[in-house]
């Protein structure tokens, strides 16, 4: 009986054998055919390590003629020649013909003529008499940040009369500073240019009282040494004559004046 025991198992264990040599070989050519037919040969093992085609392909295409390192220096500067249009040269013209700072160079001379048309409280019941000034501005132009001026000097002239409206005066002495006073002013002169407008500040004196000005004027260009300018100037002095009866601290006023500026 134990003979034909150990036969049996010894029959099963060939045949259990064989069969799992049989059928697992099978099984694996079933799955291999099935990528095949699914994604074609290029999953398989052989064909997806060898990549050396491949990367001959991408070398060969990466160093071509057409990609080399001088032509494509030129293909960058016929991009900014072409296709840019001189993008740099259009952006250069403009900031130099719409530039309104004052470039001229040399001494500029200016002369004007004006008359008082505004007057403060102190100078109410005194009439403006027509003046004259004369400035100079020096050759030199400077610069304060975005601010672009010249230095000059002015010298001027002012005068008042006592408005005699409406009464009989027989004698002048009677009037306060004997109907009229006036005198000679100098100041130091900042003018700011932009486009036609000059705007220009000053500080002086105005006979013996401390005083400063300040002016707005639009200018046309008559040639390239002369222009013509219209404007007005508000003049304030601090030390006001004795003989002026008033209430206020200080006298002002304001001209309107026309000038002719000479640049050499």
């Not at 036969?7 to 040599?21: A, D, N, V, Y």
Request: glycine share 14%.
């Amino acid at each position: 009986m134990s003979g034909e025991k150990f036969m049996r198992k010894s029959i099963l264990w060939f045949i259990s054998c064989f069969l799992f040599f049989a059928v697992v070989p099978c099984q694996a050519q079933e799955e291999e055919e099935f990528f095949e037919e699914e994604f074609g040969e290029e999953f398989l093992d052989e064909e997806f390590l060898d990549e050396e085609g491949f990367m001959d392909e991408e070398d060969s295409f990466l160093e071509g003629e057409e990609f080399g390192e001088d032509e494509l220096l030129d293909e960058e500067d016929q991009l900014g020649d072409e296709d840019f249009g001189g993008f740099g040269e259009e952006m250069g013209e403009p900031l130099e013909e719409d530039f309104e700072g004052d470039t001229r160079l040399g001494y500029t001379i200016m002369v004007s003529g004006g008359m008082p048309t505004f007057r403060n409280s102190t100078l109410l019941p005194w009439l403006g008499s027509p003046n004259g000034r004369i400035g100079v501005d020096l050759p030199f132009y400077f610069s304060l940040g975005p601010i672009g001026f010249r230095v000059g000097g002015e010298v001027g002239m002012y005068g008042f009369a006592y408005d005699e409206t409406g009464l009989e005066v027989q004698d002048k002495k009677v009037l306060p500073l004997e109907g009229q006073f006036g005198g000679i002013g100098f100041f130091g002169i900042v003018t700011i240019p932009s486009g036609p407008a000059n705007l220009r500040f000053g500080a002086g004196m105005l006979g013996t009282s401390p005083a400063y000005m300040a002016v707005q004027s639009l200018g046309v260009a008559v040639g390239d040494i002369m222009d013509l300018r219209l404007g007005v100037r508000a003049t304030a002095a601090y030390n006001v004559p004795d003989g002026l009866t008033t209430t206020g601290t200080h006298m002002s006023w304001v001209d309107a004046f026309m000038a002719l500026g000479l640049t050499f």
